[in-house]
């Protein structure tokens, strides 16, 4: 059972660097809709990094991919960043973002530059998603990184 931040002292978690690693197993990419990664849940967070890894090939088929919030109280599915072409991406390609909402999902071949988000998130509960825009097969692994900035914040995988 992952350690829950939760039951932990948060001061202590803050010194770390990049907080909280939480990994979700490969997965296929959803097809022409969104999928569910990561749930923040117990208070707001502070996500630091997000990085995918493509474990399968994804199709050659065109695929507008992103990452999208949702929140669990009032408010609309909110991008964390513009669409990616993933179309036939292979094995080892690392996607991550910018935490700018405006930037495009970026994709780097077998390290990614800049993974650090340069303008770190607060979420508060909900759930991160990937958004496909096409029916691809093709696998990714994703990690996310993060520090609770409430009592009880944490994130799982879904």
Not at 17 to 35: H, I, N
Not at 139 to 148: A, D, F, G, H, L
Request: charged share 15%; aromatic share 6%; glycine share 10%.
């Amino acid at each position: 059972m992952p350690l829950n931040p939760a039951t932990q002292d948060a001061k202590a978690f803050e010194a770390i660097g990049l907080g909280f690693r939480v990994d979700k197993a490969t997965a296929t990419l959803p097809q022409t809709a969104a999928g569910d990664l990561f749930r923040v849940a117990g208070g707001r967070v502070l996500v630091k990094m997000i990085v995918g890894e493509v474990t399968t090939i994804i199709q050659a088929i065109a695929n507008a991919t992103k990452l999208t919030f949702d929140p669990v109280d009032a408010g609309a599915t909110q991008d964390l960043c513009a669409t990616l072409d993933i179309t036939g991406d292979a094995v080892g390609v690392m996607y991550h973002i910018s935490g700018t909402p405006a930037d495009a999902l970026r994709d780097n071949l077998n390290f990614a530059r800049g993974t650090l988000i340069a303008a770190p998130l607060i979420l508060k509960p909900g759930d991160i998603m990937l958004d496909c825009a096409g029916s691809a097969t093709g696998n990714v692994k994703w990690s996310i990184w993060y520090i609770p900035v409430e009592e009880g914040g944490n994130i799982a995988a879904l």
